[in-house]
């Protein structure tokens, strides 16, 4: 990882958002959903409001099933935590067309910015660990050439993206959630 | 549930077009486990919240699903059923293997299992209790829900103690 200042989640969102252009997206609950929301909301986005920990659960069982499009997950180190066994799964079962971004701020931002241990325990590293590639990346430059990179790559690849607390919030997603359902299942038949 | 039963079910599921077999294994439900396995079309997660997880992706991609899964796990489940499979209306059908069903059943499951038909009922979730003699009837009940796109669940009760 190279040194350099961290971006902020809603900025490093924005990059990836418009790097990675119609791709599907599975976004996590709290600020990582809402910053996409805002930043770039388009049909192929999955908004999970709720189930804490689940989207890269949803990832693993869109990309079994839709093997000529590629997903990407949004998460966050707090929701990987709730759901650390679906590293396993997801090392065990292999879709190579799934991209796990993390974006790691150690804290539970949404609800107060509480601490996560993801500062003492490296995310990339249990990755790997579970046989997954992974990726570290600190800066805008290195961010976009690792997205780069991972269009030449077969998945399941994950990109643990470390950024900075911000008191930046974004508006909550205003769309039903069954509404959020039809326009995503409508976009992968495209 | 006698094993044939178990078996029977698993096969008459997936000749009606269930696709997808996952969650996390229940005694109760053994044989039903062990065809699917037979037939490489189970996969087990590391909890239920995972399984149900998976689950919805697949049926995001009109693959229809099965989770499997201890009434213990129910339990564990809540919060993904109201807040994910329940919120965004995901077909899906549950499996539940019912302990604590019989009154001396192990300590560990005697509370869960007796408000078990509580906690479903309060979720609102519908089920039928499935049995030997009702299960082809409980099945086609189930798959019918999930073509209209609603959740639903089938309980198999735990009728011995080992």
């Known amino acids: 990882m190279s040194k350099g200042i961290l971006l902020i989640r809603k900025e490093a969102i924005k990059i990836v958002a418009e790097k990675i252009s119609d791709n599907p997206i599975i976004a996590a609950n709290g600020y990582l959903s809402r910053d996409l929301y805002e930043v770039c909301d388009k049909p192929s986005n999955f908004y999970m409001i ?12 869109l990309a079994l099933k839709n093997r000529k499009k590629t997903f990407y997950i949004f998460d966050g180190d707090g929701n990987l935590l709730m759901n650390l066994g679906s590293l396993i799964t997801i090392g065990v079962h292999k ?28 995310l990339d590293s249990v990755a790997r660990s579970a046989k997954i590639k992974t990726f570290k990346v600190g800066t805008k430059s290195d961010l ?31 769309i039903e959630p069954t509404k959020i359902k039809l326009r995503f299942m409508e976009s992968l038949r495209n | ?24 294994p229940d005694s109760t439900l053994k044989y039903f486990i062990e065809q699917g396995l037979k037939k490489n079309k189970i996969l087990i997660t590391t909890r239920e919240e995972e399984a149900i997880g998976i689950a919805v992706g697949m049926a995001l991609s009109q693959s229809p699903s099965l989770v499997f899964m201890q009434n213990a796990g129910f339990a564990n489940s809540i919060s993904t059923i109201t807040s994910l499979v329940q919120l965004y209306e995901i077909p899906l059908i549950f499996l539940i293997g019912w302990r604590g069903y019989l009154k001396n059943d192990a300590p560990e499951h005697v509370k869960i299992g007796k408000v078990q038909p509580k906690l479903i009922e309060i979720l609102d979730l519908d089920y039928k209790i499935i049995t030997e003699k009702n299960w082809k009837v409980s099945c086609n009940w189930a798959l019918k829900k999930i073509q209209n796109q609603k959740p639903c669940a089938l309980i198999v009760k735990r009728d011995f103690v080992d």
């Open chain 2, 1 to 24: 549930m006698k094993p044939n039963i178990q078996k029977r079910i698993f096969d008459y599921l997936i000749k009606n077009k269930i696709q997808n077999f996952l969650g996390v």
């Open chain 1, 144 to 174: 976009i050439k690792k997205l780069e990179k991972t269009k030449k790559l077969t998945g399941p690849i994950l990109i643990l993206v470390k950024i900075s607390k911000s008191k930046k919030t974004s508006k909550r997603v205003n």
């Open chain 1, 95 to 122: 879709p190579k067309n799934l991209i796990h971004i993390v974006f790691d701020n150690s804290s539970h931002e949404s609800t107060g910015g509480q601490p996560t241990e993801s500062k003492n325990i490296q």
């Open chain 1, 50 to 61: 709720g189930s804490m920990g689940l989207a890269s659960s949803i990832g693993l069982g």
